[in-house]
């Protein structure tokens, strides 16, 4: 009996539930559809535009001429300039170092004594000839006689060695001469590997240094872009470069920056990078003046490089231009509607981009900055 009972009240609180939860169902209302909010946002009438091309880039910058110091002829270093050391600046006809002359003097005196027996030699060699020449006539009037017998071969033969004794004299003096080691070049010395008292053979290498003259910078940039930059076969007359010294910082920023000018175009493309490399000449870049301040041979440096004026084009900021693809403009009757639209661009540099195509005069570009955004999106321009 109890059991029954506690299931007919199971039952009964069952239904009263659902009776309770049938009370209190939400009513339907009925209303305006509710509009989703516009975006409001700011927009530029796109005009055709002149821009001048700049390409930022960066290399090491060399010196024009390096050149190697050798020792011309073998012997004992007797003496050494102090200036023949890394950073010393160097005049062409500054010795550098002295090798012992001794035998190198020896051999100047000898070669002067051969000399002066060669041209003894040949002139009892002519007069003897001329004797042969006078008894032939004498003793065989009318005939021809032989070149032996008038000595001619001797006198050849005497001829030589003065010429071969000259030539003796001069490579003894170009020897002495050689034993003063000379820089043969105006700049600064890289590195000397030689110390007074050392001995050194023939080709040693001595040490190292560079022409300040000028100096050499190798500038990548994208094949693609070098008829942005000007029309084929014109580089030369339109570029123009200048060099930034990125080492050193300066309130005066025309310290740092050097003027260049474009030296050729090297042959070929890089096969990883699809680069070409612009060689450019900065002059005297080694040189510190009140003007600027010097640069260090083999520094990273970087470059600004301006190129031609691209006449009637469409230039946009680079922050409008989303992923690199696309940007986004105002369309309809009212611009109340948001375009999502792909463009090609042909030249970026630090701020503008050139626009090839995508966009035209007259198109509504939208400056505000957005996020991920489809076409249609409903939009409001900013009064």
Known sequence: MKQVTVILGIIALTFLLIFWFGLSKPEATSGAVVQSRALTVSVEKLELKDHQVQLRSFGLIEPEFDYKIHALVAGHVVTKNPRFKNGERVRSDDVLLEIDDVSFVSAVAQAQAELSASKLNLE????????????????????????YVLRIPHVKAAESRLSAANVALDTAKLNLERTKVRAGFDGLIRNANVRQGEVVSTNTLLGEGFSTNAGIVKLPVNANELNILAAEGSLGEVLSIVVENTLLSSSDQSKVLWPATFQRLEAGVDTQTQQVTLVARVDSPFDQTQERLALLPDQYVSATITGQVLRDIIVIPNSLIYQNEYVYLATGDSLDQLERRTVKVIHQDDTYSVIGEGLKAGDMLITTALGQLSSGTLIKVAE
Request: hydrophobic share 25%; net charge positive; charged share 40%.
């Open 124 to 147: 009892d060699e002519k007069a003897r000839a001329q004797q042969a020449l006078t008894d032939w006539n004498k003793r065989n009037p009318n005939q021809k006689a032989q070149d």
